[in-house]
């Protein structure tokens, strides 16, 4: 399974990604900028899907919202 960002660049595991617009955090009051590094990055079962931590927790973050670093 291949893991691409918005650009299409291949992505794995452990690599560092930024976001490309502000994203708010569901059942949280945070919204994370655009620009924020997200290090050490996790895939997951779904291709459009990744893993890492952000904001101070764990959460799954939509490729079609990162570009690789």
């Given at each position: 399974?291949?893991v ?66």
């Open positions: 399974m291949e691409k960002d918005s650009n299409g660049t291949l992505l794995n595991e452990g690599d560092s990604v930024t976001l490309i617009k502000d994203l708010k955090v569901k059942g949280s009051s945070l919204t994370l900028k655009r620009g924020t590094m997200v290090k050490n990055i996790r895939l997951t079962n779904s291709d459009k899907e990744i893993e890492g931590r952000a904001g101070g927790s764990t959460m799954v973050l939509k490729t079609e919202f990162v570009k690789k670093a």
